[in-house]
């Protein structure tokens, strides 16, 4: 019961996944993340088989730091939405990925951009969408919600309704949801939501620092 949302604001973007790790009717954790920062400005949302998910993502990750090393500049974010996709269509005649993903990152000169790739190398820029069962209830808020020059609070409530609407209307609902947000200072966390209370990633962050100490 996987959910990734991606939504473009006015100069950011936003990326929100739950947090299940599942198989079959068990729930083994409820803190997976499912959202890899790819570098400093680059954010990948998946959804899918878990060894895939997390094989393929890492695989990304890691040859984008290779190209960054070689070349001494990082890759833009439709260069890597390329190079991504290429490698599923790759994969797709060999041994394919079971992987959906949402590409998020900001660019200098061309700002906050967003590309849905699917299983089968399927890629489009979009301003909003969302992968997994949740998505039959995120995409007709989003196309009554969504403008393009929202706010970074605008875009976390659409979300947070997403969120809502997930857990009110899907059968077997994750519990727990992370949102990161990538922009012009870089890609970090923002909040999860979770079903004992949700709360801001830092404060929650600074929570565990006061437990353990």
């Not at 895939?52 to 960054?68: A, G, P, S, W």
């Not at 990161?180 to 990633?201: F, L, M, N, T, W």
């Amino acid at each position: 019961m996987e959910c990734v949302i991606g939504v473009v604001g006015r100069d950011f973007a936003v990326v929100a996944a739950d947090t299940s790790a599942v198989q079959s009717i068990l729930v083994h954790k409820t803190d997976e993340d499912k959202i890899m920062l790819l570098d400093s400005h680059k954010l990948m949302g998946a959804s899918g088989e878990p060894g895939d998910r997390v094989q393929f993502t890492e695989f990304i990750q890691k040859n984008l730091h290779l190209y960054q090393f070689r070349n001494n500049m990082p890759l833009s974010t439709a260069a890597t939405a390329n190079f991504t996709r290429g490698e599923l269509a790759t994969a797709l005649r060999k041994n394919p990925y079971s992987v959906n993903i949402i590409l998020a990152g900001f660019d200098k000169d061309a700002g906050a951009s967003m590309y849905y790739i699917d299983y089968i190398a399927t890629l489009h820029k979009i301003d909003k969408g969302a992968f997994g069962y949740g998505s039959y209830f995120c995409l007709s808020l989003m196309d009554k919600l969504y403008r393009p020059d929202m706010t970074v609070e605008e875009a976390v409530d659409l979300v947070d309704k997403c969120i809502k609407e997930i857990r009110l209307r899907l059968v077997v609902a994750p519990q727990n949801f992370a949102i990161k947000i990538v922009d012009k200072d870089g890609a970090r966390d923002y909040a999860r939501r979770e079903i004992g209370g949700d709360s801001p990633a830092v404060a929650t962050a600074t929570a565990t620092i006061a437990t353990t100490a």
